[in-house]
Structures are given as structure tokens and as C-alpha cells.
């Protein structure tokens, strides 16, 4: 069983649409910035990856992340051929936030602002017609949980199409939180580099429509990829340190639904926060996962470049896999120039993009939230022979 994926629109600090945020990506353009919507002296960190879209620095408004929704979704829906018209569509939304920021900014200031507007459904309504929306608020690893849901719609025939999205913004509390978390303040995303100092928070809304493969693309549209399989668990083992065997079981159980081996993956999405206990978990799971594979899969660590949009990053690496998977360029993680032991044994894409060997086949994306809320995803390049035992291999 595998799900197409027949239409992507995505936002973040890097790009306006999937081209523009890919390009970057391979480029080793990063969205850091001084922190623009906020007074940067109440912080000890004064960096993030924010989308340059306010009226004036230090001037914030409302609805910013349902506008970066709309804009996604509606480039996901006209990729796929669906047009404006999502009635007859179920569209699941992954968030951590919502539209918190605009609830700061009424309580505080004063800022206009509907309830109703706190539920995405309201705008989805409005803008698509859609009657079917639900949001999970499943912390950072939430577009993953919807991208599951969605697939599950599929496979008992409750839907032949959805829509699966995810969408995060920056907010003051938040960030004053985060702030208060490490013991130095970050001034970037340094993914398993023995000089990071913790997570930066970014932003951006994702979208993606999928059909039972079975279905066809539909008219109009056309298959960007296919996803396999999706695995989640949720171990609550710490409110905020994750457990590497937790994650290690949702990667097999990933591979499980997909139908293929380690020795299969040919690219690795990591989640790769820079925190210590994360990329401590991480690189401990895979490296139980892979071991004795050489070389390994390729892997990357976009949130390098976009920031950890939370409960839409799970998505945005899902998309950027999609790329690389067509093109054969694996992007680098940037900032990452001295890496701790835990990853020697990876063949961590650094510096610059690298174009692969030979054609990349099968990607694996993962994505991690607070309170042990664990999901990984198998996506499969277009025009790849499926099969049940996963194919050959990396040999």
C-alpha cells in the first residue's frame, strides 16, 4: 500500500513556495535573522528564522500563521488540480501553537481579534469551502501525526483524497520560554556540532495532497512521490527529553509499514534540533537502526537553515525530501563544522549540497515532539518499482 503525493505548497523563512525553500536549501541559505517582531532586549537570544512579512521591525499583527496556511494550501490544491474548491476534501492541520501569537497580541495590546480565528476551520472554511478539518496539536512532531491520520482516511476509504498540512509561528511567550531553557543562548540551529547551544525556533506553514495510489494522480495533477509508511508513538517518558529506544522502535515500525530494510533507506531527514538531549537520542536510535550498514543512508538536518518550525517541520522536510529524491541533491546541514562523536559513523551531508551516487530511491523523514510524541515517515521517488521485500539495497 503507498499514498500519492500529487500536490506541495509550502512557506518558510527561506522561500515563498517548495522551489524557492529547496533552492535555498541546496544553496546553504539560511532564514537567521535579529529577531524582528519582538524588543530583542528582553531576551538573551536575539536570533530566529522568522518570515520577513510585518509591516515594520518591531511592529507585529495578527492571523500571520493562518495566512501562511492559506497560502499553502492553496498552492498544494492547485498543484494537484483540485482548484480553490475543498468541500468534499478532509484537511488536517498539524500545529504546536495555533494562533497563539494572536492571542498574545489581544490580551497585551489590544489587537483585534476573533476567536472563532483561533480554529484554522474557520479560514479553511471560508477560503475552501472545507466542511472536514481537524487540527492535531501533537507538539513538533504534529504535521507527521496528521500526514498518519491522512493516510489512515485513505487506506479504510473514508476519503480518496486529503489534504495534510502543518503550520507554526513564532510567539513571545514561547520564545521567553525556550529562552530560559539553555544554559547560553543560541545563536543558531547547529545540529550535532559540539558547539550548539540549543533551538531556535523558525516558522512556516506546509501542505500536501495525497490519493490512493490506486486512484491515479487525478486530472490535472501528476505524482511528486509516494509515501510508504507513517509510525507514531507516544512514550511520555520525559515532558521534554526524548527516549532513543522509543524512537528506534517508531523508525522500525516505519520500515515495517513500508515494506523495506534499513539497508533500503537511502536518505535520512533527521529532526535535528541541536539540542544536546535530542541529537543524543537521535544518533543514538539510528545508530542502532543502522548498524553495520556501510555506508550509510545519506542524511541532512534542514531545520540548519529553516529553524525548528515545529509542528510544520515534519512536513517541510517531508517536501524538501521530495526534491531531493527528483534531483539526486542531498542539501547540507549548515553550522555543522566540528561533529560530535555520536555521529562518525554517518555520512552527514555538510558544507554543501552533494549530488548522489546514483539515484536516490526511498527517504526517511523524522520528526520528534516533547512528551515522547514520536513520528517517522517512508517516502518512495516516483517511478520506483515497488516491491515487498524493499528492493536491493545500498549493497
Known sequence: ???????????????????????????????????????????????????????????????????????????????AGLGGDLSAVPVLVGTTLRELRSVELSWRDGVPFDAADL????????????????????????????????????????????????????????????DRCYPEAPDRVRPFDRARRGMLQGEGAVAVVLRRSADGPGPGARVHARVRGVAVNCDAYH?????????????????????????????????????????????????????????????????????????????????????????GTVPPTVYLDDPVDAVAGFRLVRGTAEQAERPLRLAQIDSFGFGGLNAVAVIEAEGSAEDGNGGEGRG
Open 119 to 178: 480554529h484554522f476551520g474557520t479560514m479553511l472554511r471560508r477560503r475552501f469551502g472545507a466542511a472536514d478539518t481537524h487540527t492535531v496539536a501533537n507538539a513538533c512532531s504534529a504535521s507527521l501525526y496528521a500526514l498518519a491520520l491522512g493516510c489512515d482516511l485513505l487506506d479504510l476509504g473514508a476519503a480518496d483524497t486529503v489534504v495534510v498540512a502543518g503550520v507554526d509561528t513564532l510567539t513571545e511567550s514561547t520564545y521567553g520560554l525556550l
Open 239 to 327: 515532558p521534554s527529553a526524548p527516549d532513543a529506544k522509543s524512537i528506534a522502535a517508531a523508525v522500525t515500525e516505519a520500515h515495517r509499514r513500508a515494506g523495506v530494510r534499513p539497508a533500503d533507506i537511502d536518505l535520512v531527514m533527521l529532526h535535528g534540533t541541536g539540542t544536546p538531549l535530542n541529537d543524543e537520542a537521535e544518533s543514538t536510535a539510528l545508530g542502532t537502526v543502522f548498524a553495520g550498514l556501510g555506508p550509510s543512508p545519506y542524511m541532512t538536518a534542514i531545520k540548519s537553515m529553516t529553524g525548528h518550525t515545529a509542528g510544520a517541520s515534519g512536513l517541510h522536510s517531508l517536501v524538501a525530501a521530495v526534491d531531493a529524491l527528483r534531483t
Open 1 to 79: 500500500m503507498s499514498w500519492a503525493v500529487t500536490g506541495m505548497g509550502a512557506v518558510a523563512s527561506i522561500g515563498g513556495d517548495p522551489g524557492e525553500i529547496f533552492a535555498a536549501l541546496t544553496a546553504g541559505r539560511s532564514g537567521l535573522a535579529p529577531l524582528r517582531g519582538y524588543d530583542r532586549t528582553r531576551f538573551r537570544a536575539e536570533m530566529a528564522y522568522e518570515i520577513d512579512d510585518r509591516p515594520a521591525e518591531g511592529v507585529d499583527e495578527p492571523l500571520r500563521a493562518t495566512r501562511w496556511l492559506e497560502r499553502a494550501v492553496a498552492q498544494a490544491a492547485a498543484d
